[in-house]
């Protein structure tokens, strides 16, 4: 199995500024990495697939990269709404694999 | 629009069985491009997918070792859902449960409402 992890766990910033957060595989996931970001009392809600393409409805200011086993979501200018917990998820090997989330708040 | 509708008690006793339910709208449980997948959520495990049901010309399930033994998925294509039956439950087993569509089986795009379970005496 596949384990994903993220770094930081949570990451305090600013609104306006730009936030990055980090995903590593413990093997290669090739693009086959999703991004997720959940806000308190919802569910999960899909950002990214391919590692870099947004799902529809997702703003520009979001924008995620890498490949292989190291990837990075980045949020250019951060609103308050942005604030929230992100998972990745890997969906290369079986069993399908998230990791253990970021926690973004304001700083 | 697919919408996923989650029912089922939210506090079950040690060693009893879970039972929880999604109705699926906007799609449909027998469609040959998604898998139909139970999750849970708990800040011991994080989000951790439980089992998968899907069907390509016949029936599928896969379930995660953990509860292996314990689970049990099943689909009524007459009301358009699925079903998870956890057996045996323990305090650990307590958990926000979600059930989840993923779109050509390997991203999750909707999910249900989401249930707290709480296993309790």
């Known amino acids: 199995e596949i384990v994903m992890t993220q770094s930081p766990a949570t990451l305090s910033v600013s609104p306006g500024e730009r936030a990055a957060l980090s995903c590593r595989a413990s093997q290669s996931v090739g693009s086959n990495l999703a991004w997720y970001q959940q806000k308190p009392g919802q569910a999960p809600r899909l950002l990214f697939l391919g590692a870099s393409t947004r799902a529809a409805g997702i703003p520009a200011r979001f924008s995620g990269s890498g490949s292989a086993t190291e990837f990075t979501l980045t949020i250019s200018s951060l609103q308050s709404e942005d604030f929230a917990v992100y998972y990745c998820?890997?969906?290369?090997?079986?069993?399908?694999?998230f990791g253990q989330g970021t926690k973004l708040q304001i700083k | 629009q697919v919408q996923l509708q989650q029912s089922g008690p939210g506090l079950v006793k040690p060693s009893q069985t879970l039972s929880l339910t999604c109705a699926i709208s906007?799609?449909?449980?027998?469609?040959?491009?998604?898998?139909w997948y139970w999750i849970r959520q708990s800040p011991s495990s994080g989000l951790e997918w439980l089992g998968r049901?899907?069907?390509?010309?016949?029936?599928?399930?896969d379930y995660a070792l953990s509860v292996r033994s314990r689970i049990t998925i099943n689909t009524d294509t007459s009301k358009n859902q699925f079903s998870l039956q956890l057996n045996s439950v323990t305090p650990e087993d307590t958990a926000v449960y979600y059930c989840?569509?993923?779109?050509?089986?390997?991203?999750?795009?909707?999910w249900g409402q989401g249930a707290l379970v709480t296993v309790s005496s």
């Open positions: 989840a569509r993923a779109a050509g089986g390997t991203l999750f795009d909707f």
């Open positions: 998820q890997q969906y290369n090997n079986w069993p399908y694999t």
């Open positions: 906007g799609d449909s449980v027998s469609s040959n491009s998604v898998v």
């Open positions: 049901t899907y069907y390509r010309s016949k029936w599928y399930t």
